[in-house]
Nanobody, 118 residues
């Protein structure tokens, strides 16, 4: 059974830090590019950060550059998002995504929400 399970959501104050984690199972995770997306009510799901299957390439949305860091552990089959200097506008539901480019096979997690508020 394919699973991407996110964890780490909650409530954090502006300027604080939070780490999201996504654990994969049921498919060859290490062959997939992985990303974090976020979505707020009434808006499309936007790419936050991505990391290639080889770990050679990372990509960040301009709004999070310098504050967020994506990483993955191939042995543990996890992909994490370290978020620092959080702002209220970072409030969203965050989704883990895995993509196998050939054939565009993709999987999504169920999402984890956090709120940045004082």
């Amino acid at each position: 059974q394919v699973q991407l399970v996110e964890s780490g959501g909650g409530l954090v104050q502006p300027g604080g830090s939070l780490r999201l984690s996504c654990a994969a199972s049921g498919f060859p995770f290490n062959l997939y590019d992985t990303s974090w997306y976020r979505q707020t009510p009434g808006k499309e799901r936007d790419l936050v950060a991505s990391i290639s299957s080889t770990l050679a390439k990372t990509n960040y949305a301009d709004s999070v550059k310098g504050r967020f860091t994506i990483s993955r552990d191939k042995a543990k089959k996890t992909v994490d998002l370290q978020m620092n200097s959080l702002k209220p506008e970072d409030t969203a539901v965050y989704f883990c995504h895995a993509l196998f480019p050939i054939g565009r096979i993709e999987y999504w997690g169920q999402g984890t929400q956090f709120i940045v508020s004082s």
